[in-house]
């Protein structure tokens, strides 16, 4: 596929991402822009992250933060999709914000299954938060065990080691955290 092609597809992609409930944002952006620090994976394993270990899609199961960097360094383009979604029940915030993890993580499939029919055989899906699709992931009883879901199940962007914070802000993307609200945000590696 030609650049401008290209770019045509990647727009195609992001007005389809727009067309979903609840997606504030969607941008494309260049992967220059993000960026991937060293600190966001200590910070998974040694700052009380409750699923480091839990989960397949978690470090310590998940690449290392230079073998992201090699990979992510193969990649041009990307699509930066953010979904914002009221919380109803401020006391018990958690389930309705892992719910909108779980819509955000089903559109970010989506959007990667579309990229692949738009002609990008190497478009790959990173989610908000830990993969949440089992209610317990098997490797928390058994470390040996395998995915059960391994068609859907995706690593998030900040189990890669990406500063979510700092690359939303370097492309003028906002995040900002208020009460009764709640924001995640994917990307979609495009190539
Ligand atoms: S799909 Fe299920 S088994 Fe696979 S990583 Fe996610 S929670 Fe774990």
Redesign the pocket.
């Known amino acids: 596929m030609d650049f401008l092609t290209e770019i045509e597809k990647a727009k195609e992609l992001k007005t389809l991402a727009l067309s979903f409930d609840n997606i504030s944002s969607a941008k494309l952006i260049h992967t220059r822009d993000i960026v991937v620090d060293e600190r966001v994976r200590y910070q998974c394993s040694y700052s009380g992250c409750r699923e480091y270990g839990k989960?397949?899609?978690?470090p310590p199961y998940t690449p290392s933060v230079d073998e992201f960097k090699n990979i992510l360094a193969r990649y041009y383009m990307a699509l930066l999709v953010q979904l914002t979604a009221t919380i109803k029940d401020n006391d018990n915030w958690e389930p309705e914000a892992n719910k909108w993890a779980l819509e955000l993580h089903d559109i970010i499939y989506k959007l990667e299954k579309k990229a692949f029919a738009l002609g990008f055989p190497f478009a790959a899906g990173l989610i908000g938060g830990?993969?949440?699709?089992?209610?317990?992931?098997?490797?928390e009883k058994d470390k040996s065990?395998?995915?059960?879901?391994?068609e859907?199940?995706r690593p998030s962007m900040e189990a890669m080691g990406i500063d979510v914070l700092l690359t939303c802000k370097r492309v003028g993307v906002e995040i900002t955290f208020s009460p009764g609200q709640v924001i995640w945000t994917g990307m979609i590696l495009i190539d």
């Open positions: 989960r397949l899609m978690c830990s993969c949440k699709l089992c209610p317990t992931c098997p490797v065990a395998i995915c059960v879901d391994r859907r199940a």
